[in-house]
């Protein structure tokens, strides 16, 4: 054991390193404070009601928080039969955010460039490069944790399919097995439906070669360990995907309800919704130059040696004004953002590093392991689909046919899996040099490189304005608004937007010569070696210690120390018209703010204080998201809509623009008999009846539900009446009392799959009615009226996950078994108690040589 430690010390002194960087990276994080993230705001919002709960001791898998109510399935869940669910809870409590996440991305990376045979200093290099680049910590800034987890598990998977591909069958099946868990239980569908695109290139060409050298019974053994592995993460993670699965079909990304008047396609997302956020051609330079296209939509960049601030600075202004009024101006008005790509807006670029850029045109030359085939493959689709509606030739192809691919949005951010491929080529080609022996040719393709690399940047200092123009397409839009702004003044706005279009060829410019002084330096250091005057540790730490400074100083760009707050600084401020409503005792009504009107579904602000009609989740009910374009984000919204849900209370905004609030008397409660019911015929008839009718008075039901109802026992009496006397998101109880058979309506949204109606302890059917409520045909008498949510796939999923967690700890034990018993069978002067086999010498059998 003493020799495994001597033998392995390097990696643990590469781990410390690790270490420190994320100290030094993230000190601000060890202090107690926390990155100001607006998505982990939303994501507080959304949860507020599960975690109130959950300070309880309760667990619920409903909310009535946002959107009326919805599943908590794509919100949050426990999951606690799961053991991913323990592994990251352990990491979230051992390290502070998002130490926990950059830690897995570097330990992960390192663990596939060792599996690829690399040296552990150029393994911690590669590592480093996929860990910074700007994507990655560009998601921790903005708070796109689960995303950012995800990526983390890219490397690693992929070493261990890669290991079990190798003839590691055991080994590499359970560590696979392990890491496809943690992948999906970080929850992203997205991210995981993207990799497997580059699983499925991998698989292929090893498939391919093993026809080819007709020896297909490794390929085949390997992969049936794979799918083995394959199915104990799915069987880990059974709850997780099954209630996503159960629900993606009424999900905003499922198939729409309605085929007239609608804005949304028949199934999946918009077209146009999904291809928002969509790489631009040519955008793609910002993996070599970080500042092509101008760096972030909003930034720092124009101070007041600017070209924009010179302008101002002619006209009187004091520089450090000049330079404050510049940077004002850039981030006012769309065109004129010192970003000039097409999306409209962008937290920063896809920054591969220049020396990983270099060495990855470099690897294209001279790699010649089949991985180079399998990472080109990857990187041409992915890039190709990150296109998206810059060049749809190939986007709209999987976005028509290939399953579940139209319903993600953010197509650029395939990029992901694109960045992983740069660095492994990358240093595939610096092993390739180690390992070569004709130096000469190494050389040649060397110098090709510096050519063609070299040369791009050389054209992108000197004549820039040959690739680029600039100008996005809303650019005269953009001096149309500073005209406005500027009262008229036409000939001032084109002098200042002619003086932003040269701060982003300065931007342009500089980050083109940043980027070739790295690259000079890579040449250099690889010549260097080549010529023999470096040793391959001298190499790889000159690598190493070129990428940290490199990715270090673009990453700083976007997450500085300004970016942490201390944690109660984060806090959402109640305004008064909020603690007023706060007071209101019922446990159950909703609130409509009519000063988010337009911005209802992106609503993180009233969710914290409130039961709301909006919210914010790209997972919400497709019912409701309709229900929501067609009657509420009108101007003004449907009155009968908002009573329907039990709206209380409505805030709005006088002419002065303070905020007030009032009650609203009409509100339907939570529950009440109606006297008639109407039928629908389907989806549209619905949504049309409900545009105008008296929703205490009758019920608009889609005619499927008839046979739910028997008639003869209804009368139009109203008297008696239903009550809620017990709340519980997930479990509702009413008392009912009636002479004689009646239609209760429930302000609670319509979800079939989980929600059971028990009257007085006995399961009985309800349906749905005004296109989103539920609704119950209630017999005469007095009636205890329950409704609880008990989904069958989160249950009986939770069961299967305990049996996959408890298949991988035997799998993960018996894999670690084996390399204990293997290590100890290879330590240095054990003896074998095998005896040895000897050939004897005779003059036909010649002694052989060791």
């Known amino acids: 054991m003493n020799n495994w430690f001597k033998r392995n010390g390097i990696h643990f002194l590469v781990g410390a390193i690790f270490f420190v960087i994320c100290f030094i990276y993230f000190t601000p994080a060890f202090q107690g404070k926390t990155l100001g993230q607006v998505d982990v705001t939303g994501a507080q919002s959304t949860q507020k009601e599960i975690n109130d709960y959950r300070d309880k001791g309760i667990t619920i898998l409903w909310t009535n928080q946002i959107f009326g109510g919805m599943p908590v399935f794509q919100i949050w869940a426990p999951y606690p039969d799961n053991i991913t669910t323990h592994v990251v809870s352990a990491l979230k409590t051992i390290f502070p955010n998002p130490i926990d996440t950059v830690l897995l991305l570097l330990f992960g990376t390192y663990f596939l460039f060792i599996v690829l045979k690399l040296n552990p200093w150029l393994a911690a290099a590669g590592a480093f490069a996929f860990s910074f680049s700007s994507y990655n910590i560009i998601l921790l800034v903005a708070g796109h944790s689960n995303q ?73 053994k390997a992969l049936a360990y794979l799918a083995g592995a394959g199915l104990i993460a799915v069987a880990i993670n059974a709850s997780l995907l099954w209630s996503t699965a159960e629900y993606a079909k009424d999900s905003y990304r499922g198939k729409s309800n309605l085929t007239q008047n609608t804005k949304e396609p028949s199934n999946g997302l918009d077209k146009t919704y999904a291809y928002q956020y969509s790489q631009g051609v040519a955008e793609c330079f910002t993996f070599l130059i970080p500042n092509a296209y101008g760096g972030a939509t909003y930034n720092d960049l124009l101070d007041q040696n600017s070209a924009t601030a010179k302008v101002f600075i002619d006209k009187g202004l004091p520089a450090d004004q000049a330079g404050t009024y510049a940077q004002q101006i850039s981030n006012s008005f769309p065109g004129l953002f010192t970003y000039w790509g097409e999306k409209s807006s962008t937290s920063g670029p896809f920054y591969f590093g220049a020396v990983i850029c270099f060495l990855f045109i470099f690897g294209l030359l001279i790699v010649k392991s089949r991985l180079k085939w399998w990472i080109l493959g990857t990187v041409i689709l992915t890039l190709l689909l990150s296109f998206g509606g810059n060049w749809p030739y190939v986007s709209d192809i999987f976005f028509n046919y290939f399953p579940l691919y139209n319903k993600f949005r953010t197509v650029e951010s395939i990029i992901a899996v694109t960045s992983i491929c740069f660095p492994i080529l990358a240093f595939l080609a610096v092993q390739e040099i180690i390992n070569s022996t004709d130096k000469q040719a190494v050389l040649k ?86 010529k023999q005057k470096l040793s391959v540790t001298l190499l790889s730490l000159a690598l190493f210690g070129l990428i940290v400074v490199d990715m270090w100083q673009v990453d700083k760009r976007y997450l500085k120390e300004a970016n942490f707050t ?34 209802l579904k992106q609503d993180t602000f009233n969710p914290f204080f409130h039961k709301s009609i909006g919210g914010y989740s790209a997972a919400r009910l497709k019912r409701y998201d309709e229900l929501m374009d067609g009657q509420i984000m009108q101007n003004p919204p449907n009155h009968d809509v908002l009573d329907m849900l039990n709206t209380k209370y409505v805030i709005t905004a006088d002419k002065s623009q303070n905020v007030t609030m009032v009650s609203n008397a009409s509100a339907c409660g939570h529950a009440w008999f109606v006297k008639s019911v109407k039928y629908a015929k389907n989806a549209d008839q619905e949504m049309q009846a409900i545009s105008s009718f008296s929703p205490k008075d009758e019920a608009i039901v889609d005619q499927r539900y008839k046979s739910s109802i028997d008639e003869k026992q209804l009368n139009a009496d109203t008297s008696g009446s239903i009550k809620l006397v017990s709340y519980n998101p997930d479990h509702l109880v009413y008392q009912s009392g009636a002479t004689s058979s009646k239609i209760a309506v429930f302000s609670e949204i319509y979800y079939e799959k989980g929600w059971k109606m028990l009257i007085d302890g006995v399961e009985k059917p309800y349906f749905r009615a005004d296109y989103v409520l539920r609704a119950a045909q209630i017999p005469v008498g007095n009636h205890k009226v329950e409704f609880v949510f008990h989904p069958a796939s989160y249950y009986t999923g939770e069961k299967i996950s305990l049996a996959g967690s408890l298949f991988l700890i035997l799998a993960l034990g018996g ?36």
Request: glycine share 4%.
């Open 815 to 850: 894999a670690a078994y084996a390399g204990v018993k293997k290590m100890k069978e290879e330590e240095p002067g054990k003896e074998t108690h095998q005896p040895k086999k000897t050939e004897p010498v005779t003059k036909k059998s010649p002694a052989k040589k060791a």
């Open 445 to 530: 393709k060397l110098m090709l490189t510096l050519y063609i690399v070299g040369g791009i940047i050389v054209v992108l200092i000197a004549l820039p304005t040959v690739i680029f123009s600039f100008k996005p397409a809303n650019f005269q839009q953009g001096i149309t608004y500073l005209t406005q702004a500027l009262k008229g003044d036409t000939a001032m706005a084109n002098t200042v937007a002619n003086a932003i279009v040269a701060d982003r060829i300065s931007l342009e410019r500089a980050d083109a010569i940043r980027s070739l002084i790295f690259i000079v330096l890579t040449f250099g250091i690889v010549w260097a070696f080549i």
């Open 566 to 599: 201390d944690k109660q600084d984060n806090q959402v401020k109640p305004r008064e018209v909020d603690n007023f409503i706060s007071r209101d005792t019922d446990p159950d009504f909703r609130v409509f703010d009519a000063t988010q009107l337009q911005n």
């Open 148 to 220: 950012a987890f995800a990526i983390a598990f890219f490397a690693p998977l992929i070493a261990s399919i890669l290991l079990t591909l190798r003839g590691k069958y055991f080994t590499g099946g359970a560590l696979t097995a392990l890491f496809m868990a943690m992948e999906i239980r970080a929850n992203h569908i997205q991210m995981t439906y993207y990799l497997l695109f580059a699983l499925v290139i991998l698989i292929g060409i090893e498939l391919y070669h093993a026809v080819k050298a007709k020896n297909t019974q490794p390929f085949f």
